[in-house]
């Protein structure tokens, strides 16, 4: 079996920005030659990468055995077999994969969490902080950790019964600490009082809630817990791949054989012990005096020691019935607990350690008062003070020698939570102030603001409060937001990923600096809107700039004459004989309309028949909010009249031929073959179209000879109005036409221009171009040359496949 290394450093999982993690093998050449076997496989693993990893040991594992048996004779005859064999490997992968989009399906996911309100969690920290110590440092001034101290639902939920658990929450800051606490808090509700999820997945075992515990508390952390190596590599590194393991695991499940019960216990050191009673009736006689075992895990973390007591009991009853039943030995049981502790070694690795747990400091002295000075020196010298000083002053002296002194090491937690003062609270204000103000009332800009403000405080810490982010955390936001992944929640790949992860990686195509410099502002009006509400007294942001210099250019807004050209002589104008794309209506007219109206893509792609109207003599296009119709702005609502070169290309025709097509429904699409998919724009399949999907797809304007000049749809619109410059035509008329809003005094006074007279100066509009071959009647023809177009070529034309035969197998996403 070859083995291809990859930078991943597991043989055959290799990684693309765009599909995530893929396991890649080629077979040998004899496979190649038979018609009923693949050449090589490629399938997608998944966007965890230690749920990736696992999978590609596994895959590994599998075609090692595979790939010894199929010799060239055996995939002659037996190549069924061999299919079998791949079908039964795709179908567990598949399973496995199937399972990570549900790990998060009944609790909240680590960032859903941060988002909900924490105040049940502050009130029970404050209340457990006064009882106990809650957070403390090992020295004053380092790092903070948090002491979790178990409640009966959490032992149950873990099945083990243990007295602490400290976690280092990664900051020396106070405040960062008290956030983190809270969100802890929070964590442990959710893992207490969530009922498990009905059905396959009733019963959730005590390694997935110590999982589900190990992903809370890294979210918990600034760094979201990539800085840290807790779990050892031998161990699942996550839910996903927990699962992916428990599967494995059940699919061999041995039962016990010689174990009859095993019992993990926290000793007075903190370390973790495993109690084995043994089954006397599975020992050799001389041996079963020897009833029970005591096995140390080497590890003060329930987490650890939860994953270990799941993974290492099949393997630790293997060991004794070795020793304790088959064979003869000298002296099993030495020899039992040497190879018994040497695989937990291995497993733990470098986290392996016989220290004992850090003793907490006391949250009080063992007496409420501190005996009184006995020295006769200090005695004389209190009697002298107490004589001369007033007896405020003489009370405050006293407490000096009789109050405890505080404890540096320990840590109080914050002890007042305002109202919306969490940074998801926050979010979640100022986007309801904007929609409410009018600001965002167009959705798409919702939609998009609020991808933004998420990633914002996935970077942040939602279960942050406002008060306690610093100018330095801005300043490091400002970083972040260069690595921000382009098109995270459209890549399977990044959709599911922590974002903080995914930038540190750098494996993603960043988003343009100027796209990062538009988060930014977003994050520095937040900011702002907080310091206006009185909930910062600073304004953290205030002089901060976003610098795009040396950033890539963005596309081209004008088009140039011999581009204009280009476009008007494309394949919509130009062919002759039916192509291999369908021709819709849609691809005819939008290129002339943007050039000829100067209206966004998303206006032109929503618009009905009944927009389509006459007045007083001019046809006009109706660009308004009726209905379901979005608008960029207020001032986007106008009449804009058809120009003279759209009626002479036979846009009047068409649009009366829709009509009798849909039995004169005015509510009916212009375009019927634009479909609007979700909460996306409009304009987005005639976007995918005009601009093409990829490097390697073009689009319409690649078919034009136009795919590298860098140019959009919304192009067409700048056009329009430079046509007005270039011609010296009236710019006041056309701000009218593309329906930009004139803000001078004089401006404000009167209505719109009447449509003749916006007609007129429309129809001066020339590009200097023969349009001559520009007509519907054409494209009408070519359609019904074409025929009813199906999904992969069209009904009747003799258009030979030229699709290769894929022979990687199968794929999936």
Known sequence: MSKRQTRTGVPHLVYQAKTGFQYYLAFPKHFAANPKLPAQIRWALSHDEALARDLAKYLNASFEQFLAKATAQYVELFSDRLLVDLQRFH???????????????????????????????????????????????????????????????LVKALGVGFVRFDWPLGTSNHNVASDAARYIYAALDVLETVPPSPGRYSKESPASAAMTLYEYLCHARPDQGRNLMHIPPALPQSRRALHFHLQQANAVHLKLRIIDRALLVQEESGLYVLLIDL?????????????????????????????????????????????????????????AMQEIGDLVRRMLGSAATTEPMQTIPELRSQSETVAPPQDPGTLTLLNALGSVLPSAQKARLETLFTQPPANERIVLPTCNLKAGLSLAALVKEYEERQIRE???????????????????????????????LTRAEFNTLRDHLRGYPKNRHRLRATRNQPLSKIISDGKFEPINPRTAKKFFELARALVTYAHDQGYITENIAAGL?????????????????????????????????????????????????????????????????????????VWLISINRSGSKQLKTSDSERLVPIHRQLIESGFLEFHQARLEAVERDGKAPLFDNIRVYGDLSPGHVASRWFLGSSQISRGYLGLCGLGDDG????????????????????????????????????????????????????????????LGHIHYRHYQ?????????NVGRPVGTTFPSVRVAKRHWKTYA
Not at 781 to 789: H, I, K, P, T
């Open 279 to 335: 089954d006397p009736l599975c020992m050799k006689a001389h041996l079963r005096e020897r009833k029970s075992l005591r096995i140390e895990l080497l590890t003060s973390s329930i987490i650890i020691a939860v994953l270990m007591l799941t993974f290492t009991l099949q393997k630790v009853d293997k060991v004794l019935l070795r020793y304790f039943q088959e064979d003869d030995h000298e002296d099993p049981y030495a020899q």
């Open 91 to 153: 179908l567990e992968v598949a399973e496995a994969l199937k399972f990570a989009d549900r790990v998060w399906k009944v609790r909240p996911s680590p960032m859903k969490l941060a988002h909900q309100d924490l105040t049940v969690a502050h009130t029970r920290m404050m209340s457990e902080s006064a009882e106990r110590v809650v957070l403390y440092s090992h020295e004053p001034g380092g790092e903070i950790f948090f002491a979790l101290t178990p409640t009966p639902a």
């Open 545 to 617: 700039a976003f610098s795009t210099k040396g950033a890539e250019a963005p596309r081209k807004r004008t088009y140039s004459p011999s581009q204009i050209e280009k476009l008007l002589h494309g394949p919509a104008y130009t062919l002759t004989t039916p192509p291999r794309w369908r021709l819709d209506d849609y691809k005819f007219w939008l290129p002339l309309l943007g050039l000829f109206t100067g209206a966004r893509l998303s206006e032109l792609c929503q618009l009905r028949l009944e927009d389509i109207r006459q007045e007083l003599g």
């Open 438 to 468: 009018g600001a965002w009332a167009n959705p798409r800009t919702r939609i998009t603001a609020r991808a933004r403000l998420e990633g914002l405080c996935e970077l942040l810490g939602g279960h942050r409060q406002v008060e306690t």
């Open 711 to 770: 140019l959009t749809y919304h192009g067409l619109r700048h056009t329009f109005i430079n046509q007005f410059r270039r011609q010296n035509l009236d710019l006041a008329k056309a701000k009218a036409l593309v329906g930009h809003s004139d803000k001078s005094t004089t401006g404000g006074y009167g209505d719109c221009y009447p449509s003749d007279v916006l007609k007129d100066e429309l129809d001066k509009l020339d590009f200097g171009l023969g």
């Open 781 to 789: 023809e070519l359609q019904e040359r074409q025929g009813v177009f």
